[in-house]
């Protein structure tokens, strides 16, 4: 069946054809860096929050808003980062972020613990559109680090590099490309 007006996508357009005063003509985009309310091992509730800050970056016009990497479960679980509860919760939540984000036109990066062969890493991912890509290291993000007392927060340049690395993509007219503002 063909699209209707209704439900065809919006056809994103050049960088050239965007107005003078864009600045996503000009190679910038609009990042927001999100602090939100969490609850300690409540990645449903996290999430609703999540949604709401999304939204908020999105009624602003960002085109991403980066979540702190532990934002789904909240960073100061401890030895509940073990816990099949949390770590089963917080992969529901990912899928109740991936099937919301169809409805805001924002990318968002978000980060949860996730176990693989046995041992819990920090993982980091993408999410637009309905759609979620993990940060791949190509992108300027770092592996994903194994949560352990000795593992230090992330650097403030290594978040950079991958938030600059998704910002000239973002402005290229990869993925989605630039928004028509």
């Known amino acids: 069946m063909p699209p209707t007006l209704e439900t065809r996508r919006p056809r994103v357009p050049q960088l050239a054809e965007l107005p003078f005063h864009s600045i996503y003509r000009h190679g910038f985009v609009r990042v927001a860096v999100a602090t939100p309310c969490v609850e300690v091992a409540s990645p449903a509730?996290?999430?609703?929050?999540?949604?709401?800050?999304?939204?908020?970056?999105?009624?602003?016009?960002?085109?991403?808003?980066?979540?702190?990497?532990?934002?789904?479960?909240?960073?100061?679980?401890?030895?509940?980062?073990?816990?099949?509860?949390?770590?089963?919760?917080?992969?529901?939540?990912?899928?109740?972020?991936?099937?919301?984000?169809?409805?805001?036109?924002?990318?968002?990066?978000?980060?949860?613990?996730?176990?693989?062969?046995?041992?819990?890493?920090?993982?980091?991912?993408l999410l637009r559109e309905n759609a979620a890509a993990p940060l791949p290291s190509s992108a300027g993000a770092v592996p994903p680090l194994q949560l352990a007392p000795s593992t230090a927060p992330l650097n403030a340049l290594t978040v950079m590099a991958a938030v600059s690395a998704i910002c000239v993509r973002l402005a290229s007219g990869g993925a989605s490309g630039p928004p028509a503002i």
């Open 45 to 125: 509730a996290n999430v609703v929050e999540m949604l709401r800050v999304a939204r908020d970056a999105a009624s602003g016009q960002a085109v991403l808003v980066v979540f702190p990497e532990l934002g789904i479960a909240a960073y100061s679980n401890e030895d509940l980062f073990q816990q099949d509860a949390l770590l089963d919760g917080s992969v529901q939540a990912l899928g109740t972020l991936v099937e919301a984000s169809k409805e805001i036109a924002i990318t968002l990066a978000v980060g949860m613990p996730l176990r693989r062969v046995q041992r819990t890493f920090t993982s980091r991912s």
